[in-house]
């Protein structure tokens, strides 16, 4: 599987931002999907996931309220979406996708995105 991200660049602070990453390759069936992000200096962290099957969203703390997480199953794509991009969501973003119900921490993630850059301007 191999697993495309793309939405990333250079916004303003309180401007809207759409990441999107697109699967393709073997037959495509995980079992969650996931967007997480390092900032600059900083370890690689949870941001959100969805459960591929009926769209249960789960969601880092600090992304509760700001950021939406959707997948569209016909496209093999998930999304990662917020309305008012602030400096601190200046990372790489990743998307991932885990194959096993174990859930969706770093570790139990089985493929990865190679990420693309959002940097958010004051």
């Known amino acids: 599987v191999q697993l495309q991200a793309s939405g990333g660049g250079l916004v303003q602070s309180g401007e809207s931002l759409r990441l999107s990453c697109a699967a393709s390759?073997?037959?495509?069936?995980?079992?969650?999907m996931g967007w997480y992000r390092q900032p600059p200096g900083k370890e690689r962290e949870f941001v959100a996931a969805?459960?591929?099957?009926?769209?249960?969203?789960y969601y880092a703390n600090s992304a509760k309220g700001r950021f939406t997480v959707s997948r569209d199953n016909a496209k093999n794509t998930v999304y990662l979406s917020t309305y008012s991009a602030r400096s601190d969501d200046t990372a790489i973003y990743y998307c991932?996708?885990?194959?096993?119900?174990?859930?969706?921490?770093?570790?139990?993630?089985?493929?990865w995105g190679k990420g693309t850059q959002v940097t958010v301007s004051s």
């Open positions: 969805v459960r591929w099957s009926d769209g249960e969203e």
């Open positions: 991932a996708a885990s194959r096993n119900v174990r859930g969706f921490d770093i570790a139990h993630m089985n493929d």
């Open positions: 390759g073997q037959t495509f069936s995980p079992y969650y």
